[in-house]
């Protein structure tokens, strides 16, 4: 009954090692670059044809009258199992990456062939080659056939032991320098080598038993499906964790690039202000000469009798109006293009803002009140730029009114990076800007009045760059 039962057992073995040389074959169709799965897939085939072959001779042990010599599944077995060892040398070589990789694979295969003609030679057994008999398994009787083999089959089980050996060695030291997804693999190696020794023992006559190799093998393949599968994990995760890096790497490199395109219009339009600035420079020098000569003249025209002269009065109203807007543009022009430098001196800021709020609220329909949050704070800067900065601003916040509204200049002490400074906000209920005019506002010459020359902005900005500020644009 036992006998049957192991038999059972082997036949069941056969059959789940088909099923899983398929799934290894399938595996190595979908990662070819893996060639680990197709070499286990070819072992455990092998094995497959070696647990049945050891599966049909216990179910005929215990038939007495069947001569074991002549009986095809003991050769059988034995072919599967030189094949099999082969194998087992080419996957951990090839799993290991050992340097000697393709002489060790060429000569274990070399070697097997070498193996399989001494058996088909009929060199493999000695004679008589096997008897009936029983082995003790568990307390348990079995029948089986015990066989002697001759001394060139028994260097096959000498060399397969120090294979078992090298198997445990190679595995277990690839465990332990870090490629922990070896555990499987190393923990059935060592089963095999069990079932290898038990093997060795029987066919050198030193204890009768049964063939536990199967059992020992089967140990290993599934140790080594595991290994293959949480390396592919581990590769899985490491690929997932190597995309992430990355998208964060690509990001980061779009990033810079827009930044890199930024800088460069940055720079290009810095080039093209600073060309700019030195033509305009240039003009309001050659004109400032021929607009002084022409407000004298009209200073000189004004004293004399306009009547008696038969002088027109209005135009010359008009030109008088007019070079004193063109003096005021190249004053402007003079002052964006000269480098701004504060001399700074203790100023009382209420006083310096109080002429300002009365000027603009002196105008028709502007309402201008200024208010402080707590006590007036003290200051250092340039009194003469900061009374332009505030004009400028003011006058800005009128144009927007469109002929009536609310002014509020708000000042308040506030404490950002660990540095006192003082904040000061003009606010209208104007019109507004848009998110074009936002942008450009701080452009040289562009505004969205014809009559104003667009320069205000951009020095008041300078001003309060000089004064260690910032000029922010709110709507």
């Known amino acids: 009954m036992a006998t049957l039962i192991y038999a059972g057992a082997m036949y069941t073995n056969a059959v789940v090692f088909v099923g899983v040389a398929a799934f290894l074959l399938r595996a190595w169709t979908h990662r070819r670059e893996d060639t680990e799965y197709l070499i286990a897939s070819m072992m455990t085939i092998t094995l497959a044809g070696y647990a049945y072959a050891v599966a049909v001779a216990f179910h005929a042990s215990i038939i007495p009258s069947v001569s074991p010599r002549s009986w095809l599944p003991v050769d059988v077995a034995t072919l599967s199992g030189i094949l099999s060892s082969a194998c087992l040398i080419h996957f951990v070589v090839r799993y290991a990456r050992l340097p000697c990789e393709t002489l060790v694979i060429r000569t274990s295969y070399a070697a097997a062939t070498g193996y399989l003609i001494l058996l088909g030679a009929g060199g493999w ?15 348990l009787e ?12 028994s260097s096959f089980y000498a060399a397969l032991g120090l294979v078992l050996v090298a198997t445990v060695v190679v595995l277990g030291r690839l465990y332990l320098s870090g490629r922990t997804e070896s555990k499987g693999a190393f923990i059935g190696s060592i089963l095999l080598l069990l079932s290898g020794v038990n093997e060795m023992a029987m066919a050198m006559g030193w204890q009768k038993s049964i063939s536990l190799v199967p059992l020992g ?10 290994t293959l599968v949480t390396r592919y994990a581990q590769r899985s995760v490491a690929l997932e964790v ?3 890096e990355l998208a964060s790497r690509s990001r980061e490199l779009e990033t810079s690039y827009m930044q890199l395109q930024e800088t460069e219009r940055a720079l290009v339009k810095s080039a093209q202000l600073a060309d700019v600035g030195r033509l305009s420079h240039v003009i309001a020098e050659r004109i400032q000469a021929p607009l002084a000569i022409v407000k004298s003249t ?11 002269a038969n002088l027109p009065v209005d135009k010359l109203k008009i030109i008088d109006t007019e070079a004193g807007q063109l003096a005021e543009l190249v004053n402007r022009l003079l002052c964006y293009t000269r480098s701004t430098t504060a001399k700074l001196t203790p100023i009382d800021l209420q006083e310096l803002l109080a002429p300002c709020v009365m000027r603009s609220g002196a105008i028709t329909g502007v309402d201008a009140t200024l208010q402080c949050e707590g006590s007036w704070p003290s200051i250092h800067g340039d009194a003469h730029l900061l009374r332009q900065l505030f004009d400028d601003l003011i006058a800005n916040a009128i144009r927007s009114l469109a002929g009536e509204g609310k002014i509020t200049i708000r000042v308040r002490a506030t404490h950002e990076n660990d540095v006192d400074a003082t904040a000061i906000t003009i606010a209208d209920n104007g019109l507004g800007m848009t998110e074009e005019d936002m942008g450009k506002a701080m452009t040289p010459f562009y505004s969205t009045h014809s009559d104003h020359h667009g320069l205000g902005l951009p020095i008041s900005q300078r001003t309060v760059e000089a004064h260690g500020g910032s000029l922010t644009l709110e709507s």
Do not use: C, M
Request: net charge positive; glycine share 6%.
């Open 125 to 139: 057994w000695t004679s008589p080659p096997g008897v009936h008999g029983t082995a003790r398994v568990f307390d």
């Open 142 to 153: 079995v029948n089986t056939f015990f066989f002697e083999v001759t001394p060139l089959a």
């Open 217 to 226: 093998y089967s140990a290993f393949i599934y140790g080594v499906i595991l």
């Open 242 to 244: 190597r995309t992430a």
């Open 298 to 308: 009209l200073v000189q025209l004004k004293t004399v009798n306009t009547q008696q």
